[in-house]
């Protein structure tokens, strides 16, 4: 039998999904009364939506989809809940299969949830089963975002700029894990760096697969032409198809309200970002199966977490210049010296040159990879874990390469006096 955390912190309990009988039929009956919109255009997606998809998609979840079967899926991991300085929190803990398996902490981030890491987790912790080295096995620790699936919600606003010393704490004090790599994307990769850079003696290194997008919001004088391109189309991407995050982050209940009740209208809005967000060519079922689009969705509505869920987007739109300059001065004390390493999909949200990362990163390691979109632990798995096995095999045994680390870290500040 697997060691589980509980073996040194009794305050860690072991955890299992079990949705009761009525909430499936409640989801069920709520299909069947859905009060359809008329189709605009000739079906397909231009106007955001395909009604005539989604008509398919919520018959099959009527009378085809097995959530019990998604379930078992979910409890063959080890997930526990544990509070974290009044947090409570739900994580996966897999154990590594290896003679000296890797501490890593794994976090995903909007519109997904821990299942973002389903087809990941056991090739990290097993690879020689998967076609790798044994020795490159990892612990794998997958907590859900506070506000997210079987977390608690945020008691407060802000909450988003504290998820890292949260991680920091559930990694050190609760699990006594003193040092421990980290990957993360979208809120991930925000939560990862900030992780890192306040906790720099505790994160061996860091993988993500996005340069954090608030870094954009400042835009610096001395930008080259990759720079300014990569920052012309993020404000492009605003202008076009950033109206979910300016919805999400200035009226979060006005919408979560009616996504909250409406289970066609909960999927409607998760699954049209899974098919614009992936590299599916337009046709989402091309990368993921409807089962997959469907667990992720009943993660949110089973917990009812989709008003939650806006939260970092509420903190991100409301920060303040308090905020703001408090995040500053955490910048000039904390590390930007972590190891840092970017997988790069290329039908992700943005395309940022490698000289963007590096003036907030110590980028050791920049893959561009050959396919794969903004779900890329689901939908290239193993492309995915075949980077981060290889950026993190030469740190196992404390031998991490920092050659032109100070030289780098005195470039990145002089970029950022300038």
Not at 259 to 279: F, M, Y
Not at 313 to 334: C, E, M, N, P, S
Not at 343 to 369: C, G, H, I, Y
Not at 385 to 412: C, L, Q, W
Request: charged share 25%; glycine share 8%; with cysteine.
């Amino acid at each position: 039998m697997r060691n589980s955390p509980r073996d040194k912190n009794d305050r860690i309990e072991p955890f299992e999904v079990h949705v009761p009988n009525g909430v499936l039929d409640d989801v069920r009956n709520r299909l069947g009364r859905t009060r359809w919109i008329d189709e605009m255009g000739d079906g397909g997606w231009a106007f955001g939506l395909s009604v005539r998809y989604m008509r398919e998609l919520v018959e099959y979840w009527t009378h085809g989809f097995d959530w019990r079967a998604q379930e078992a899926a979910l409890n063959r991991f080890a997930q526990f809940r544990v509070d974290v300085d009044g947090h409570r929190v739900h994580f996966i803990h897999e154990r590594g299969r290896g003679p000296n398996p890797l501490p890593i902490i794994l976090t995903h981030g909007f519109p997904d949830s821990v299942l973002r890491f389903a087809k990941v987790i056991p090739m990290l912790t097993d690879p020689a089963r998967h076609g790798g080295d044994a020795a490159d096995s990892f612990d794998v620790i997958a907590p859900s975002l506070p506000g997210y699936g079987f977390s608690e919600r945020p008691a407060n606003e802000g909450q988003t700029f504290h998820v890292g010393d949260l991680w920091h704490r559930l990694m050190t004090r609760e699990l006594g894990i003193e040092r421990f790599a980290a990957h993360g994307g979208d809120w991930g990769s925000l939560i990862t760096e900030l992780m890192a850079r306040d906790h720099a003696e505790a994160v061996l290194g860091i993988h993500l697969t996005d340069v954090p997008f608030y870094h954009a919001f400042q835009k610096p004088a001395d930008a080259s032409d990759n720079e300014k391109k990569y920052l012309a189309a993020i404000d492009k991407f605003g202008q076009t198809q950033g109206a979910y995050a300016l919805v999400q982050g200035a009226q979060p209940q006005a919408l979560a309200v009616a996504l909250n009740d409406s289970p066609a209208g909960l999927a409607a809005w998760i699954v049209e970002k899974w098919r614009r967000w992936s590299d599916c060519g337009g046709d989402v079922e091309s990368v993921f199966t409807k089962k997959e689009l469907l667990a992720n969705v009943m993660i949110y509505w089973v917990t009812g977490t989709i008003n939650s869920s806006f939260a970092p987007y509420y903190d991100i739109a409301h920060a303040g210049a308090a905020t703001w300059i408090k995040q500053k001065a955490r910048q000039l004390t904390g590390s930007s010296d972590v190891p840092a390493a970017f997988a790069m999909f290329p039908k992700d949200l943005s395309s940022p040159p490698r000289e963007w990362a590096e003036r907030f990163f110590n980028v050791q390691r920049w893959t561009e990879m050959p396919r794969g979109g903004h779900f890329a632990a689901l939908e290239q798995p193993e492309l995915l874990v075949n980077d981060i096995r290889e950026f993190f095999r030469p740190m196992r045994n404390g031998d991490a390469s920092s050659r032109g680390t100070h030289e780098r870290s005195s470039k990145r500040r002089a970029i950022r006096a300038t």
